[in-house]
């Protein structure tokens, strides 16, 4: 089984380093390494640079996680995180496959509490220390704030499936005070540490403590806390009524950290009772130091008035040293006949016990003999043997993925050929590979037939019929780009939601063409498309002068909310977009799905170049797609100019259609250096031959200023062929590896006078150097095999859209909450961020 | 180990979080609202400029040319026309037209952005040096503090060097104080050392003495035991003589053992002279050979001759001892135990009895007193000096009236026993040949006691005056003279101080 178990024991401010924390770490590192079975995961929300994992030796059945929550650990702090929380472990037990999810401390106040729902499938266990607080809640629980925090840690006990608790004791607490049903607690008990043991203290060593504590006689020692239910005073009182003879042979010697005022008031104490000469208080000591008490003490007291486990019992005996403590809690449990029993809410029954026991060397002597016997109980060796039988007995949930049956049948919206437009293709690709995972059922808008031929489990409907098979799907998928092929889908996103691809980033002029000419001129639609980006009425004024009759922006305002908005989940092609989704809105489920491409065979290029009326000896450079502007076909027509001197070998192709706005300028500028025998264009191609253009092409020209935020499909073609590109470093074109690639500068960065000159270089220097041609060419294979392969790209889909998805934790509302904690400080913020990025 | 997050949605969050702009691309700066954001920053007319640049960069011959006063179809309709009609002149001027607007506008949203840029880098700048500033005003109210800390330091230092001063000056008086006690101790020191030298003189002349007594006891006991073997040696021989030699040589053998007793006087003054003072009578002078007597006035040596006389061996002899005193020192019996006759001694003082059961082992030494009634306890008084402890207070008293340098030293509770018991116990049999009584003025008393008609040793030994420290005459107790005589025992002789009777019944035949 995995096993996971939080930190707040071991590094809970309120537990580190004091009993609670030293029990569960005594405990988890000897039941990991003693467990050859189970997998053990320390799931750490508390302390960045703590490695539990130092003191495991069974490291392969171990894993450590550090899960940042801030240094005061702001996350855990405020109920306004607790989503984000829940969402950071659901996914934690859901990517380690936890069965068992151990709670060590239940009643670490400073954080948020667990929530049942939290634990889907996984089974909760917890331990119990002690309920001391309720069973002494007048005096602990007197302020009702802190009653009803406790109450609601109690409650949350009660969904676990097994309460463990370190005594019989604390059981029988539990369910007298607060009803818990007997079957649900299992006693694990407590253990010494292995630390505590009979040492040689050298008289050189032992004269030393002596000194820096003062302490001259032989001596009893106690150690507890300020908190009253130690009773401390009370064995100082009962120390001063012992029978005078003995008491002088003895010093009190009391070890533990106290507060100033808590000094204070035992000093009061002793002073009053006349033995303040004769009481010592050591205040903090080292664990050796606290080692060479226990060994060096003639009697080790613990008069508590209650405890869960009174460990001091347990080393005291490890130390070979008699004990007493009280008839009372798990104290008499634990002390059985090996310890003298008195009653702790009586100094003279203390202080006669003690005499009693230090009246007589034999006396003594039995004791530390019975004490050495009875601790063989409380080992962790066998402590932990039980805690993990009681683990095993436990019968997890069953795998939720072995459960499910049937195919899952799922929904597509998109446009499919006749349509012109790359999306089409696009879909026809990815569904004939996407239905050998599941069915399909795809929607189309009205007015076509498409030709695309399908397996028998994709299905082609009208748009209309979709709501009445809504229900019938694993997910709907709706394809998304900037034209009027997907208008028919926009409803359907704002209703139903599923998972929106987005092609293109920018819907801008989608969306000012439904408005405007297809809505004829519903500057009210229009108003809705661009509010939904800008919510904050920034673009108002621009709405405004578009809906008189002015141009609008739509390269300068990005514009896609209004359908983002809905979308369950997006996939866009690339990084850039998604981090322009996740600025503009955290709450968003984005992943990246690399755009894909074909993977066939290399064609022959000399074979394909003589096809299409070109020599094996031209070097062909081409430029694919729509030849305009922000495809920079003028600055390569004067790159190439330059070039063509050089390498008169050399004809530049642009295959696609010449826009108008620079039409005249393109034909002067060829008719100007005189190119009109080695350019040629190509105007509007059908995919096959745009395919065989790639094919005879040795160098393509892939650039782009400024960039709309899109992918480029002819980029991933020309990359899956093995050809070399030339591409701008911009947008999606960057996330391109540069091993695969030539990038030259963003023009908006070297500015458009230079860019001639640098496309002529990059080209120049690839037609110099043919082996780093065919290197590249390699590379870009390689990519297109291992990334864009339409069979990774298929899987990776169905994957996601298989995935469970959290409701988003991580919102806005609660970043700016965030930004406004008080606890959050700026150091904090880049773990935070890390946990919040793991939460969404 | 970390979790495994996304790497870009942590770097949107961090970024969101620090309030600064995401920084997607240079592209998103222009193109996506997120840059436009960051236009915000510069000032609004300008970004109204660019606005309507961009609104109306791309003009085309087939924009609307809008005519606040012409409005009608008629118009519209002309213009349209004329736009058609001039068509393939003006489309071109409008294309450069646009081109060049483009260009501009382009341009100036790029001098927009640059401006923006020095502008969040300004104000970037302006915030560091205010945080420099108020760092430095910081770092100057903490050297101010620090200041004020270290005037108020020095004072303290200051008053420290005083309080020091005044510490070490009263630390000077001190320790003048402690090395005038020291000389003080030093010189005390150096008498007591003087003192201690001449008690280990001391203590050395007496350990040598002690050495010498113990020297001396080891010859006495060496002499003693060598005594001893030759008594035994004589005695054998006496027997012999005894068997063989008639009555005539009688006087021979007594003169052998008178000579051997001289010659046990000669080694008893040799050797325990300082043990025992002059408890040895001699008269070596006279007779040239040693007679010895223990007893006060020669009671042992007179009783010696009326042994001789009633032909008693006086090493087969008993006696009973009442208020046997020192156990050799003035005793009238320890003679014949040098005999070897054996008895028992009764004295009430513990002290004696101790040294009466060292002394003569051979002897059965009873520490009782004597009283006419059985099992209770009596009063001893023990006075300082010898022989003279009594259980009679008004004896005691009567003592120290006339001695004054006596006192009763210690007074203790002694059992009683009377006289039968001691008779019933060792003389049930027959009757000691010597009855010595010498209870310091009960011997009334104890002769009461003694049943005389069962019970007759053959010589009594009786004390018949009081006590006195010097010599006394004529002053004979008339009263125990009467008693004895009563009793059938006749005085045979009186020393001065005790009366020897002897058992008429048997002395007769002497007479």
Same mark, same amino acid.
């Given at each position: 089984?995995?096993?996971?178990? $939080?930190?707040t024991?071991i590094?809970?401010p ?19 390494n ?9 799931m ?5 640079d ?9 490291k392969?059945h ?14 855990l702090?405020?109920?306004a995180?607790?989503?984000?929380i829940?969402n950071?472990?659901? *996914?934690?037990?859901r990517e380690?496959?936890?069965d ?11 954080y ?41 840690c109690?409650?949350?006990l ?7 608790v ?7 607490d539990l369910?007298?005070y607060l009803?818990?049903p ?5 006693v ?6 292995e630390k505590?043991?009979?040492v ?11 000194k ?12 507890g ?5 130690k009773?401390?005073d ?5 120390y001063?009524l012992m029978?005078?003879?003995? *008491? ?12 100033e005022?808590g ?7 002793a002073?009053?009772?006349?033995v ?12 050796q ?12 007291a ?8 009174g460990?001091?019992i ?24 090996a ?9 003279k ?10 009246a007589?060397e034999?006396?003594?002597a ?7 016997k ?9 402590i ?16 939720e993925?072995e ?25 026809e ?12 059922d795809?929607f189309i ?18 748009y209309?019929e979709?709501?009445? *098979? ?8 709706f394809q998304m780009?900037?034209s009027d092929?997907?208008f ?12 929106v691809?987005l092609?293109?980033?920018?819907l801008?002029g989608?969306?000012?063409?439904r408005?405007?000419t ?5 500057y ?31 390269f300068?305002?990005?514009?896609n ?6 979308a369950?989940?997006?996939?866009v092609?690339?990084?850039?977009a998604k981090?322009?989704l ?5 709450? *968003?489920h ?8 074909v ?6 290029r000399?074979?394909v ?13 081409s430029a694919?797609?729509?030849?305009s ?10 790159a ?5 001197e050089?390498?008169?070998q ?6 696609g259609?010449?826009?108008d ?7 002067s ?7 009109s ?11 096959d031959?745009f395919?065989?253009?790639?094919d005879?092409?040795?160098?393509c ?8 935020g899109?992918t480029?499909?002819?980029?991933m ?7 070399c ?22 023009v ?9 000159d640098?496309i ?6 690839l ?8 290197r ?5 294979r390689?990519?297109?095999?291992e990334?864009?392969?339409?069979r990774?790209?298929a899987?990776?889909y ?5 995935m ?11 970043l ?11 150091? $904090? ?12 | ?8 949605t942590?770097? &949107?969050?961090?970024?969101k979080?620090?309030? &600064? ?8 700066v222009?193109?996506a609202?997120?840059?436009?954001e ?8 300008m ?5 309507r ?22 118009t519209?309709? =002309?213009?349209r026309?004329m736009?058609?009609?001039?068509f ?9 037209q ?7 506008t ?17 104000? #970037? ?8 500033d108020?760092?430095m ?7 101010d ?17 005083a ?5 070490s ?9 402690t ?15 003087g ?5 280990e003189?001391?203590?050395a002349?007496l ?8 020297? +001396?006891?080891k010859?006495?006991?060496e ?7 030759l008594?035994?040696?004589?005695y054998?021989?006496m ?7 008639d009555?005539?040589?009688?006087k021979d053998? #007594? ?15 040799l050797?325990?002279v ?5 408890a040895?009578?001699?008269n ?13 006035s ?5 009783i ?14 008993r +006696? ?5 005193n020192?156990a ?13 006759a ?6 009430a003082?513990?002290v004696?009895c101790q ?6 082992p051979g ?17 001893f ?11 009679? +207070? ?7 009236a ?11 509770t002694?059992?009683?026993i009377?006289i ?5 116990e060792h ?30 040793p053959?010589?009594?030994i009786?004390?018949?005056?009081d006590?006195h420290n ?30 020897? =009777?002897?058992?008429?019944r ?6």
């Amino acid at each position: 089984m995995n096993i996971a178990f $939080d930190a707040t024991a071991i590094l809970g401010p309120m537990s580190k380093n004091r009993g609670i924390g030293n029990y569960a770490l005594s405990q988890f590192t000897g039941m990991i390494n003693q467990d050859k079975n189970n997998h053990y995961f320390f799931m750490n929300m508390i302390e960045k640079d703590y490695c539990l994992g130092d003191l495991i030796t069974n490291k392969d059945h171990f894993t450590e996680d550090f899960i940042d929550t801030g240094k005061d650990h702001v996350l855990l702090r405020n109920p306004a995180y607790e989503k984000v929380i829940g969402n950071v472990i659901k *996914r934690y037990l859901r990517e380690n496959d936890i069965d068992i999810f151990y709670i060590t401390s239940p009643f670490e106040s400073s954080y948020m509490l667990y929530q049942k729902e939290w634990f889907e499938n996984v089974r909760v266990v917890v331990t119990v220390y002690d309920i001391i607080p309720y069973v002494m809640k007048h005096h602990y629980l007197a302020d009702k704030t802190t009653y009803d925090w406790y109450m609601r840690c109690v409650d949350n006990l009660r969904w676990a499936d097994e309460l463990y608790v370190i005594s019989e004791s604390v059981k029988t607490d539990l369910i007298e005070y607060l009803h818990f049903p007997a079957e649900q607690i299992k006693v694990i008990w407590g253990a010494v540490d292995e630390k505590y043991g009979i040492v040689n203290v050298s008289e050189a060593d032992k004269k030393a403590l002596m000194k820096k504590f003062g302490v001259t006689k032989p001596f009893i020692m106690c150690t507890g806390g300020e908190d009253g239910r130690k009773n401390l005073d009370g064995l100082v009182r009962a120390y001063s009524l012992m029978p005078e003879p003995i *008491r002088a042979k003895y010093q009190l010697v009391v070890v533990c950290k106290l507060s100033e005022n808590g000094l204070k008031a035992l000093r009061g104490a002793a002073k009053k009772a006349h033995v303040e000469d004769d009481v010592i208080f050591t205040n903090f000591v080292t664990d050796q130091e606290l080692i060479q008490f226990y060994n060096l003490a003639s009697l080790m007291a613990f008069p508590s008035k209650y405890e869960g486990f009174g460990l001091p019992i347990v080393e005291a005996w490890a130390c070979g040293t008699p004990v007493l403590t009280a008839n009372n809690s798990s104290l008499c449990q634990i002390g059985g006949d090996a310890a003298v029993l008195v009653d702790a809410d009586s100094d003279k029954s203390i202080a006669k016990g003690m005499a009693d026991m230090l009246a007589d060397e034999k006396i003594l002597a039995d004791y530390a003999q019975r004490g050495a016997k009875r601790l063989e109980l409380y080992r962790w060796k066998k402590i932990n043997d039980d805690i993990i039988a009681l683990l095993d007995q436990i019968r997890p949930y069953k795998r939720e993925t072995e459960s499910q049956t049937g195919r899952p049948r799922i929904a597509f919206f998109t446009p499919l050929p006749p349509i012109e437009s790359g999306i089409s293709d696009y879909s026809e690709d990815i569904i004939s590979e996407l239905c050998k995972y599941c069915d399909i059922d795809v929607f189309i808008d009205d007015g076509y037939k498409p030709t695309s031929v399908f397996p028998e489990n994709v299905a082609i409907y009208g748009y209309k019929e979709y709501p009445a *098979r809504s229900s019938d799907y694993l997910d709907t998928v709706f394809q998304m780009g900037n034209s009027d092929f997907h208008f028919y889908m926009y409803d359907f996103i704002r209703k139903y939601h599923g998972t929106v691809v987005l092609h293109d980033y920018n819907l801008h002029g989608a969306f000012y063409y439904r408005a405007v000419t297809v809505g004829k001129k519903d500057y009210a639609l229009y108003r809705d498309f661009v509010r939904a980006d800008f919510p904050d009425g920034s673009k108002d004024s621009y709405i405004e002068s578009v809906s008189h009759g002015g141009g609008p922006d739509i390269f300068g305002i990005a514009l896609n909310s209004y359908l983002m908005d809905h979308a369950a989940r997006i996939i866009v092609h690339s990084e850039e977009a998604k981090r322009g989704l996740l600025a503009r809105n955290i709450a *968003r489920h984005v992943e990246v799905i690399a755009s894909y491409a074909v993977i066939t065979p290399l064609a022959d290029r000399d074979a394909v170049k003589e096809a299409n009326g070109y020599k094996k000896e031209d070097v062909v450079l081409s430029a694919f797609g729509g030849i305009s502007r922000t495809k920079r076909a003028l600055p390569l027509l004067k790159a190439f100019a330059k070039l063509h001197e050089e390498f008169p070998q050399t004809k530049l192709l642009f295959a696609g259609k010449l826009a108008d706005d620079i039409k005249s300028e393109f034909k002067s500028l060829v008719r100007e250096y005189d190119l009109s025998e080695s350019v040629q264009v190509t105007g509007y191609i059908e995919i096959d031959k745009f395919k065989e253009y790639i094919d005879m092409t040795d160098i393509c020209l892939n650039l782009r200023y400024p960039s709309n935020g899109e992918t480029s499909g002819s980029l991933m073609r020309i990359l899956a062929k093995g050809r070399c590109v030339v591409v701008n470093d911009i947008g999606s074109f960057s996330e391109i590896p540069d091993r695969a690639c030539i990038k030259i500068e963003n023009v908006g960065k070297m500015g458009e006078e230079r860019e001639p000159d640098a496309i002529y270089e990059a080209l120049r220097t690839l037609l110099e150097d043919p082996d780093e041609q065919a290197r590249i060419e390699k590379a870009a294979r390689r990519f297109a095999e291992e990334h864009l392969d339409l069979r990774i790209v298929a899987k990776h889909y169905y994957d996601y859209l298989c995935m469970a998805c959290d409701a988003p934790a991580v919102t806005e509302e609660v970043l700016n909450t965030l930004r406004q904690d008080p606890n959050l400080s700026q150091a $904090d913020i880049s773990g935070i961020a890390g946990t919040l990025a793991y939460a969404t | 180990m970390s979790i495994q997050y996304d790497k870009l949605t942590k770097e &949107v969050i961090e970024a969101k979080l620090r309030q &600064v702009s995401v920084p997607v691309t240079r592209a998103d700066v222009q193109a996506a609202a997120v840059g436009a954001e960051e236009f915000q920053v510069a000032n609004a007319a300008m970004l109204d400029s660019l606005e309507r640049m961009n609104r109306t960069a791309v003009n085309r011959s087939y924009r609307e040319i809008p005519s606040p006063t012409l409005r009608t179809k008629f118009t519209k309709l =002309f213009k349209r026309f004329m736009r058609r009609m001039t068509f393939w002149y003006v489309e071109p001027c409008m294309m450069q037209q646009t081109e060049f607007n483009s260009a501009n506008t382009s341009f100036a949203a790029e001098v927009n952005s640059e401006l923006n840029n020095v502008r969040l880098r300004l104000h #970037t700048l302006d915030a560091y040096n205010a945080g420099q500033d108020s760092i430095m005003q910081g770092t100057a109210a903490r050297i101010d503090g620090l200041d004020a800390r270290g005037n108020a330091g020095e004072a303290r230092i200051a008053a420290l060097e005083a309080r020091c001063a005044a510490l070490s000056d009263a630390l000077d008086a001190a320790l003048d104080d402690t090395r005038r006690e020291i000389r003080q101790a030093a010189e005390t020191i150096h008498v007591q050392a003087g003192q201690i030298e001449s008690l280990e003189r001391r203590n050395a002349v007496l350990t040598e003495q002690h050495q010498q007594n113990f020297g +001396y006891q080891k010859q006495f006991q060496e002499l003693e035991q060598e005594f001893h073997r030759l008594e035994q040696e004589h005695y054998q021989e006496m027997l012999r003589r005894t068997d063989t030699l008639d009555a005539l040589l009688h006087k021979d053998v #007594t003169d052998t053992m008178t000579g051997m007793q001289g010659r046990i006087g000669k080694l008893e003054k040799l050797s325990y002279v300082s043990a025992v003072n002059g408890a040895v009578c001699l008269n070596e002078e006279e007779t040239g050979e040693f007679r010895v007597s223990f007893s006060q006035s020669g009671e042992d040596a007179i009783i010696r001759y009326i042994f001789s006389a009633l032909g008693v061996a006086p090493d087969l002899v008993r +006696y009973l001892d009442l208020g046997a005193n020192h156990a050799v020192h003035l005793s009238n019996t320890y003679s014949f135990y040098l005999s070897g006759a054996r008895g028992v001694l009764l004295d009430a003082n513990p002290v004696l009895c101790q040294e009466l059961e060292q002394r003569r082992p051979g002897d059965v030494v009873i520490n009782r007193c004597l009283s006419d009634q059985k099992d209770t306890k009596l009063n001893f008084y023990i006075m300082n000096g010898d022989g003279l402890s009594t259980m009679d +207070y008004d004896a005691a008293q009567d003592f120290i009236a006339k001695n004054p340098a006596l006192r009763i030293e210690k007074t203790i509770t002694i059992d009683s026993i009377t006289i039968d018991e001691i008779i019933r116990e060792h003389f049930a049999d027959k009757a000691p040949e010597i009855m010595n009584i010498d209870v310091e003025g009960m011997e009334m008393t104890i002769l009461n006691m003694i049943d005389f008609e069962h019970f007759r040793p053959l010589v009594i030994i009786c004390e018949m005056i009081d006590y006195h420290n010097s010599l006394t005459v004529g002053e004979k107790n008339g009263e125990i003279l009467d008693f004895m005589r009563r009793a059938g025992y006749e005085e045979f002789a009186f020393t001065g101080i005790n009366s020897i =009777f002897i058992d008429q019944r048997r002395g007769g035949a002497v007479k």
